[in-house]
């Protein structure tokens, strides 16, 4: 009776978290990869910075930043747009891809070849834990930092508790700077298993020290061990450290 009544509390415990997870911020919020073809990176942010930023707006997409990855090998564009809902994003595309001024730009700027190779694309919305989501100007120089978490088996609402009850405050006391957290919205996309965020750092350097003060930091060490008495709560972390691009209202 006692492990019955354990599993449905935890089991309780689980569906609250992520019946939270998108807290009161319903936006719908869209990860853009683009893969930029071979020599063609500074025409497409050129094309970004000139017209794709204000035609965006004008059909109702918020821009929230703009970044390269300092390390960037495979030439991308990383940015991150908000909607009012699903809905309402899949008009703006419609309205956007359809704008006479877009399709005038897309000639112009690839009379000589496509810009972009790929895209890739992840719908998200926010956890309940996430700061306010919005632009931010401040040091141009600082740089942001994309982790991916893949949660363990059926862990993902504990790793979101202890992100929300632990891991936030211990960043800030350790000069990691919050600025954004989601989970994905599609399954095939990891909805059960994903948590996605950006953190910001003065430099790269700056974010080694950060990590390794909140990592010997014996109040993580406590919430880890109290966390992960059945075992590790991810089974992948990614981190892709990147600069904000000059247009980006993120910086």
């Avoid at 891809?97 to 719908?123: F, Q």
């Avoid at 989501?133 to 600082?142: E, F, L, W």
Wanted: aromatic share 10%.
């Amino acid at each position: 009776m006692k492990r019955t009544i354990t599993s449905a509390v935890i089991l309780l415990g689980m569906a609250c978290s992520l019946a939270l997870a998108a807290g009161s911020d319903t936006r719908c919020y869209e990860l853009r990869t683009y893969y930029a073809a071979p020599g063609k990176l500074d025409d497409l942010n050129a094309r970004f910075r000139n017209h794709t930023v204000k035609l965006f707006e004008k059909h109702g997409i918020v821009n929230i930043g703009y970044w390269m990855p300092i390390e960037n090998p495979d030439h991308k564009l990383v940015y991150v747009l908000a909607f009012p809902s699903r809905a309402a994003r899949e008009q703006s595309w419609k309205d956007f891809g359809g704008d006479p001024a877009w399709k005038e730009v897309v000639k112009t700027t690839e009379a000589s070849g496509r810009l972009v190779t790929k895209v890739e694309s992840v719908l998200m919305s926010a956890t309940d834990f996430s700061p306010e989501i919005k632009p931010a100007n401040a040091d141009p120089k600082r740089c942001y930092e994309l982790r991916t978490y893949t949660a363990s088996p059926g862990n993902l609402a504990f790793l979101l508790a202890r992100f929300r009850n632990h891991t936030l405050k211990l960043f800030e006391k350790h000069g990691i700077k919050n600025f954004a957290y989601w989970i994905p919205m599609e399954k095939n996309q990891g909805a059960e298993n994903t948590l996605i965020y950006l953190v910001i750092h003065d430099n790269p350097d700056a974010a080694a020290k950060s990590f390794n003060a909140f990592r010997a930091d014996p109040d993580w060490i406590e919430a880890k061990k109290a966390s992960e008495t059945n075992g590790s709560l991810t089974t992948e972390v990614k981190s892709v450290m990147m600069r904000p691009t000059d247009y980006s209202p993120a910086q």
